[in-house]
């Protein structure tokens, strides 16, 4: 598991609480577009509970239960798009990040883009070995209309299309770890006396 805090760091850590995480900015609302286009949204259920699993993993007691229960309610989808879009907003600019989810607003864009994620899920799923990634990547742009190729090689030439490929194993990888994040800041935000606050609706 990527998770550095373990079980025991939770427990303990009213002992010495560093101050819980500032909340970000408000991201821009360009931000917020791809955050949806790339479908971000749909990590977070995924990455809540591999975490909470995680952290039952160490055969807790019932209090220890209790705590990493609160942290599952305090977890939420909203705070997660927040620091991704933020953390988005930090790699483009305002006219970059509105020729992106211009292109990804296309039929052509949003296409590529799952194709692009098919391809990843079969990787991970090792029905796809190294060596064919390259062909089967080919033979999709080869089955394009001769249009969405263009459309296709025009974005990809642009600046703004660079730093779309540049940066989505990065923004994805960042998605990864905002959980983490956010259930550390929550943690420390229960050790100062927080933890007799009602959770936030979900």
């Given at each position: 598991m990527r998770w550095l805090v373990p079980?025991?760091?939770?427990?303990?850590?009213?002992?010495?609480?560093?101050?819980?995480?500032?909340?970000?900015?408000?991201?821009?609302?360009?931000?917020r577009q791809l955050y949806r286009h790339l479908e971000l949204d749909q990590r977070f259920p995924r990455e809540r509970a591999a975490y909470l699993a995680f952290m039952r993993g160490n055969n807790p007691t019932a209090g220890e239960n209790s705590l990493i229960s609160v942290i599952g309610d305090r977890l939420l989808v909203s705070?997660?798009?927040?620091?991704?879009?933020?953390?988005?907003?930090?790699?483009?600019?305002?006219?970059?990040?509105?020729?992106?989810?211009?292109?990804?607003?296309?039929?052509?864009?949003?296409?590529?883009?799952?194709?692009?994620?098919?391809?990843?899920?079969?990787?991970?799923?090792?029905?796809?070995?190294?060596?064919?990634?390259?062909?089967?990547?080919?033979?999709?742009?080869?089955?394009?209309?001769?249009?969405?190729?263009?459309?296709?090689?025009?974005?990809?030439?642009?600046?703004?299309?660079?730093?779309?490929?540049?940066?989505?194993a990065l923004i994805d990888g960042y998605a990864g770890n905002v959980v983490p994040a956010l259930a550390t800041a929550i943690i420390s935000d229960l050790s100062r006396g927080a933890d007799a606050r009602p959770a936030p609706a979900r």
């Amino acid at each position: 598991m990527r998770w550095l805090v373990p079980l025991l760091l939770c427990l303990h850590v009213a002992a010495a609480a560093p101050a819980a995480a500032p909340q970000p900015d408000a991201p821009p609302v360009e931000a917020r577009q791809l955050y949806r286009h790339l479908e971000l949204d749909q990590r977070f259920p995924r990455e809540r509970a591999a975490y909470l699993a995680f952290m039952r993993g160490n055969n807790p007691t019932a209090g220890e239960n209790s705590l990493i229960s609160v942290i599952g309610d305090r977890l939420l989808v909203s705070d997660f798009e927040t620091h991704l879009a933020t953390f988005i907003a930090t790699r483009f600019t305002r006219e970059e990040l509105e020729a992106i989810n211009g292109y990804l607003a296309t039929a052509i864009g949003r296409r590529e883009y799952q194709h692009m994620r098919a391809l990843e899920r079969d990787i991970a799923a090792g029905t796809l070995a190294p060596a064919d990634i390259d062909g089967r990547r080919n033979a999709f742009y080869d089955a394009l209309p001769p249009a969405d190729r263009a459309a296709s090689l025009a974005f990809s030439a642009t600046d703004a299309g660079r730093k779309y490929w540049q940066n989505l194993a990065l923004i994805d990888g960042y998605a990864g770890n905002v959980v983490p994040a956010l259930a550390t800041a929550i943690i420390s935000d229960l050790s100062r006396g927080a933890d007799a606050r009602p959770a936030p609706a979900r």
